[in-house]
């Protein structure tokens, strides 16, 4: 493939990363969304539909591991690095969701924060950021 292109699919996925950033109140379901901009620490978490909140937080998490995943197959070209990348995205799902459910359910005041960030891991394509480095780095070497 082409610099140029490659350069121009990759700009063109992180665009359609940023839209579903942009859109997520419009797209997603989150109530928690406008709690943490708020002085949450003075509030109790809001009510929750448990099952449409996960569903949508499982939906985000999704749409971003898989444009996160075809980024780095525009990068990199190697099915192992494809195959690595997917079964990383599937434990870290598995692991922050556990994660998110326990501290949803018996969060108290002072673990408001582990919840925040754990949403944030989930609900954001950070991984992205850590993988790209990893894998350049891999290659060189």
């Given at each position: 493939?082409?610099?140029i292109?490659?350069?121009?699919?990759?700009?063109?996925?992180?665009?359609?990363?940023?839209?579903?950033?942009?859109?997520?109140?419009?797209?997603?379901?989150?109530?928690?969304?406008?709690?943490?901009?708020?002085?949450?620490?003075?509030?109790?978490?809001p009510?929750?539909?448990?099952?449409?909140?996960?569903?949508?937080?499982?939906?985000?998490?999704?749409?971003?591991?898989?444009?996160?995943v075809?980024?780095?197959?525009?990068?990199?070209?190697?099915?192992?690095?494809?195959?690595?990348?997917?079964?990383?995205?599937?434990?870290?799902?598995?692991?922050?969701?556990?994660?998110?459910?326990?501290?949803?359910?018996?969060?108290?005041?002072?673990?408001?924060?582990?919840?925040?960030?754990?949403?944030?891991?989930?609900?954001?394509?950070?991984?992205?950021?850590?993988?790209?480095?990893?894998?350049?780095?891999?290659?060189?070497?």
């Open positions: 493939m082409n610099k292109i490659k350069i121009g699919v990759v700009l063109l996925l992180t665009f359609l990363l940023v839209l579903i950033r942009f859109f997520e109140s419009n797209l997603f379901y989150d109530p928690l969304y406008y709690y943490f901009k708020s002085n949450y620490t003075n509030l109790p978490i009510e929750v539909e448990t099952i449409k909140f996960i569903g949508n937080i499982t939906v985000r998490f999704l749409m971003n591991a898989i444009v996160s075809t980024i780095l197959w525009v990068l990199f070209k190697s099915w192992s690095i494809i195959k690595l990348s997917s079964i990383l995205y599937g434990l870290f799902f598995v692991f922050l969701m556990m994660v998110f459910c326990f501290l949803l359910f018996y969060s108290d005041s002072k673990n408001l924060f582990a919840l925040f960030y754990v949403r944030r891991f989930l609900i954001h394509p950070l991984l992205l950021l850590v993988l790209i480095p990893a894998f350049y780095f891999h290659k060189t070497n």
